[in-house]
Nanobody, 123 residues
């Protein structure tokens, strides 16, 4: 079992940056693939980024490629989503998720979820 808690959301102006954190507790965090997803008002939850537990090249949605960076520090059981050049379309509740499977964009394959953190980008 893994428990996930996101933090770092807030209100930011367009063009600004935020770093989201995902603190994990429980066993074997370092062996879980971590994913970030987001859900904007009135829309379905969508994939943002993912990273395997051993590192390697991460996976990004086209809409955030070049602006967002996913990373993790297994020593402190924390994953991050560094977001830069934010635009109003990035406004959403952001969720981190974990899976024992390999890196995937399919949210159905993620077994554990955090409660989400709100990111609001003003124009």
């Amino acid at each position: 079992q893994v428990q996930l808690v996101e933090s770092g959301g807030g209100l930011v102006q367009a063009g600004g940056s935020l770093r989201l954190s995902c603190a994990a507790s429980g066993r074997s965090f370092s062996t879980y693939t971590i994913g970030w997803f987001r859900q904007a008002p009135g829309k379905e939850r969508e994939f943002v980024a993912a990273r395997n537990w051993w590192g390697g090249s991460p996976l990004y949605a086209d809409s955030v490629k070049g602006r967002f960076t996913i990373s993790r520090d297994n020593a402190i059981n924390t994953a991050y989503l560094q977001m830069s050049s934010l635009v109003p379309e990035d406004t959403a509740v952001y969720y981190c998720a974990a899976t024992t499977r390999h890196m995937t964009t399919n949210q159905i394959e993620y077994e554990y979820w955090g409660q989400g953190t709100q990111v609001t980008v003003s124009s």
